[in-house]
């Protein structure tokens, strides 16, 4: 998700002019001119400092009101002006110039594009990284999120915003350096870490690049992770900064497995590998042991527990996951939930062992299909199909199948469409919904009997009849698929029958042609 920041409150400026109209006074005896945009920005070049914050205390105020302000404003090539003052001795000066600046970039491509040509950028971060003026630094942060919703100014900020707003906002205002730097500590600031994590929560979004720089910057993901448990710890986890902070990790979890590294990747073997239990020594059955265990460990991979992961080791750690279940439980913000969710979602995508273990841990270790349940349940649509989308990653280990049927499977059938009333989720949710049941269907007749004994039968017949006029849907696809699988087990063909089900219900020609075809 992106977003413009929202433009500052318009200030009160009476002070600030009746002040400048006294020293005019005093110079003059005429009356000084009305103050326009014109004169405003002709005015941005003096070197009288209540001049200066006159003339951008009224430009802020009228791009605050109106659109064509913004565009008078680079007409008039007033952005590099107003950068210019970034680098003034007063920090009044910066700190309404910066006001400016984030008022006249607010949902203006054009304006935000002369800022990144004007090198308005390295401008914007030297005044962050030096400023200790608190209102200041949240005009600052403010007019970076501002610039961060523009795709083109995403890879130049990745580039040369990262380290600076993480060594100058999250650091100090996580708390994760408490005690360490006390002079770090005075520039901790509740709005200006809002702001920065809103302008990172852009960038995380801009792509591969820009994902792999935030993971490997030093103490970006440290400290989101230190702020969002703390906020858990306070019952705090419905303030807008820690939605921010999740749909970071979030966009950080994306493709994660893919995207590593060699070097870690290895690690993450080599570390599964150590956690695998050896084999007793002393055993009467020393070839049947060797089995248990081996298939013991096949049923449970779980995560290593590492005590003080750093940096990008937190995406897969076991503690996170638990972060990320606290969330789910104790949050009521829809996006905080749906990113909570889909950071699990994607971290347990891949196919790899790490993955698994994930899986493994999610279910297992924590019991978090119970947090999950809850999302089906009572979540928006899109934490609901988000919700659903983790499920049929976890569907892909016969293991967890048990687990799934005991906890969720109703609200799984709960889902799916009736023939006469429809759902508020979309068709693609739907799709999901079968290949979950389908998987289910495989491992045990006991799975299908349950699916069954959950009335999913007539809502599947009617989603596997659904025709877009040149076949089958996704949907209907899908669901002739699962149908097919359910026949498969013999011993259920009778408890079929006596529900008024034949063979030809299930085996046809629209289910064979929809299972040869996912095999071509």
Known sequence: MEVDMGRQREVEVHLQQSRT??????????????????RAVSLLTQENEETLILAASH???????????????????????????????????????????RNVVFQSSENKMEVKESDGVATILSALKSSRDVETRRQLAGLLWNLSSHDLLKERLSRDALS???????????????????????????????FATGCLRNLSSAGPDSRKAMRHCENLIDSLIYYIRGTIADYKTDDKSTENCICILHNLSYQIEAELPKKYTQDL???????????????????????????????????????????IEWLWSAITVRM?????????????????VGALQNITAGNGAVSEAIAFTIVQRENGLQQVKKMLQEGESDVKRTSISLIKNLSQHQELHPDIVTQVLPELVGMLPNDDTGTDLPSEVTVSLCHILNDLSQSAPQHVRAIVNQGALPKIFSIS???????????GQAACVLLHTMWKHSDLHGAYKKCGYRKADFINARTTKAVNSGRN
Do not use: W
């Open 21 to 38: 109209q006294d020293v005019m006074t005093l110079e003059s005896e005429s009356k000084p001119p009305e103050m326009t945009l014109e």
């Open 59 to 101: 430009i802020q105020n009228q791009c605050f009101k109106s659109a064509d302000a913004k565009k008078m404003v680079y007409y008039l090539r007033g952005i590099g002006k107003l950068l210019q003052l970034l680098d003034n001795d007063n920090e009044e000066v910066q700190r309404v110039a910066a006001g400016s600046l």
């Open 164 to 194: 600076v707003l993480t060594q100058s906002v999250l650091v100090p205002s996580s708390g994760i350096s408490e005690g360490e730097n006390p002079k770090d500590e005075l520039l901790a600031d509740a709005d200006v870490f809002h």
């Open 269 to 311: 073997r080599e570390s599964r590998l150590n956690l695998a239990p050896e084999p007793k020594s002393v055993s009467c059955f020393p070839q049947r042991s060797a089995k248990i265990t081996e298939h013991l460990e096949r049923r449970s991979p779980l995560l290593e527990e590492k005590a003080n992961p750093r940096g």
């Open 324 to 340: 990320y279940l606290s969330l789910i439980a104790c949050s009521v913000r829809p996006h905080t939930q749906e990113a909570a």
């Open 465 to 475: 009849r659904k025709d877009s006029g040149y076949g089958p849907t996704r949907a």
